[in-house]
């Protein structure tokens, strides 16, 4: 996944043209800039790439999610239903619009179980945000489905799935928003960066002017731009999004590759039968960003994992006991160690998260995710498939 692997002088070259003319910023100074506006540059190609209307690119995934919940009007008290398993952002993206991030459980997709989902809207749901984690996206038609019978938002983080599908549509096209991250782990890099897509126009003008303090963009002249709504500064310089036209360039090959190592990994690892994979939804194709499996239980999945390191495979990931991307320690968020004092309202709904989610801790107890590179060559793919298999089986 690691766009950075592949940091090379096509990235140089776009950075060189802002460095040449010395205009960091998107707006403004366009006597100076030589006709180069990387970030809009970056719109463009990413809307195109992703086959939206509409893409915005902003400071972060984070930023991202942000300005996608803000630009559909969620605000004060509103319900979020989002998963378990995520990375921390989704629920800071929707604690900072003033919303409550309410858990749900995961199935077998590692992302949110429409069942569930169901049982989870109130009459103050707002929004479901499906986590397309590691490369393999939730079961969409159903969520939209839901979606659509209780007027809600399906807003997709697709940051750690960009260039995966969903029904022939790019993941985060499916939705009424999707997000992506460009952070420096992400499969595409801008250093720090992140994209919202939307085919709606109302999303895409509230969320090009909610990421840079509600200014309208009318006319050449900052100052003399009026301010239709409240927002804050979520920009992406120019240094950054020039560094990410040319890692989205690349986005293809990329996929190729990481499609490439996955199918050599997990045809080794399907001759074990005990092991098994994460369920991809009919009609998705992952990103093959990470290899996704299954042990037939906890102990088996926590020896697995220590198995693989001392047999030296690096990247693979235990998420169950991992503090960035599960509740179970998320301790900040479950006991509201909020540095402000939040609202009465929002104190409330997150007591709803103080509850045991089983299906997620089934699912995750026996997970292991391998991380999928970019660089290694064939030799090493396979001397890894190898290891793996070794490793598994020592402990089976
Ligand atoms: C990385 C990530 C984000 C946040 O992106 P940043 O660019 O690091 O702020 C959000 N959601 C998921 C699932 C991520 O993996």
Known sequence: MPGFELFGAEEKKEVQDVLDNGVLMRYGFDPMRNGHHKALELEKDLAKRMQTKYAQVVSSGTAALTVALASAEIGSGDEVIMPTFTFVASFEAILSVGAVPVLCDIDDTLTLDPKAVETAITPKTKAIMPVHMCGSMADLSALKAICDQHNLILLEDACQAIGGTYDNKPLGSYGDLGCFSFDYVKTITCGEGGGIITNSKKFADRAHKYQDHGHDHVGNDRGAETHPFLGYNYRLSELNAAVGIAQLRKLDTTLATQEKNYSILRHALEAIPEVT??????????????????????????????????????ACFYWFDNNWHYYKKWEHLLEQKSLGRLSEEVQNGLKKNNRSFEASDAWMGRTISCLIKLSWTEEEVNKRASKMVEAIKSVL
Not at 301 to 311: T, V
């Open 277 to 314: 994979f994460r369920r991809v939804p009919e009609t998705g194709v992952e990103s093959y960003a990470f290899l996704n499996l299954f042990l037939p239980n906890e102990n088996l999945a926590r020896n697995a994992h220590k198995a693989l390191g001392a047999h030296g495979v690096d």
